[in-house]
């Protein structure tokens, strides 16, 4: 299996979601030729598509920072997909772009249980990943690799305190909740460097978003990330 999902960013303004992003991630958006309203941000040789809000139930409306989601692409996606989506394969023959999306995170409350629903698109594990602690998000979790999403790794959260990953599980329950990315340059806190802390796949730096529910940006720091 190559690919089973599309990584969105839903938002309210598209547009100027993908610029708010965009400038903090330090790369140029383009319009995406995909769907209307959309724009591609794109990530080594993924994209990440901000598009327009799709309000799932009475009241679900549009949050300041938007919502991450995976969109299923065709019944589960094949090698053959690419031949229906000219803007992943012609990112996928250009060369990588500086700044790549290491993993997605995907906020739980059972860590155990996400991974069996999760088993169909994560790589068999010989033995028992170690959990890891995410002090940026109050969370613990594990590291999973997958071929059948974009980035090619899950991170795995629980929440360990009232922190941000539990922000965003009583928002928008359980699924993609935050990015970690190599390449992007590293923000400035008010005394100097931003702070970092270790995490499941090295050492990292959160952008400040507007509300504390993200969708959370992990800015990885260049050599501490773990094979």
Same mark, same amino acid.
Request: glycine share 12%; charged share 30%; proline share 6%.
């Given at each position: 299996m190559d690919r089973w999902a599309r990584l969105t960013w839903q938002a309210g303004d598209p547009a100027q979601m993908a610029q708010v992003l965009g400038g903090r991630l330090g790369i140029a958006p383009t319009p995406s030729r995909r769907a209307a309203g959309a724009?591609? !941000?794109?990530?080594?040789? &993924?994209?990440? &598509? #901000?598009v327009?809000?799709?309000?799932?139930? *009475?009241?679900? +409306?549009?949050? *300041? +920072? @938007?919502r991450l989601l995976f969109e299923p692409v065709m019944q589960g996606g094949s090698s053959a997909d690419?031949?229906?989506d000219p803007d992943l394969a012609a990112a996928r023959q250009q060369s990588p772009s500086s700044v790549t999306l290491a993993a997605v995170i995907w *906020?739980? #409350?059972?860590? &155990?249980? %996400? +991974?069996?629903?999760l088993a169909l698109w994560l790589e068999p594990l010989a033995n028992p990943a170690p959990l890891t602690d995410e002090p940026h998000l109050g969370a613990r979790g594990r590291v999973r690799t997958t071929t059948g999403l974009p980035g090619g790794r899950l991170v795995l959260l629980e929440p360990?305190? &009232? @922190?941000? !990953? *539990? %922000? =965003? !599980?009583?928002?928008? =329950?359980? @699924?993609?909740? @935050?990015?970690?990315?190599?390449g992007a340059p590293m923000p400035l806190g008010s005394g100097?460097?931003?702070?970092?802390?270790?995490?499941p796949i090295g050492a990292s730096v959160r952008l400040r978003t507007a509300v504390r529910a993200g969708p959370h940006l992990l800015l990885l720091v260049p050599g501490t990330i773990a094979p």
């Open positions: 724009w591609d !941000l794109r990530l080594g040789t &993924e994209l990440l &598509e #901000v327009p809000w799709r309000s799932e139930q *009475a009241g679900d +409306e549009p949050t *300041a +920072e @938007g690419d031949a229906h *906020a739980t #409350v059972d860590l &155990e249980r %996400a +991974e069996a629903e360990t305190s &009232e @922190g941000a !990953l *539990a %922000a =965003s !599980l009583a928002r928008d =329950s359980e @699924g993609p909740c @935050g990015l970690y990315v190599l100097g460097p931003a702070r970092r802390h270790d995490g």
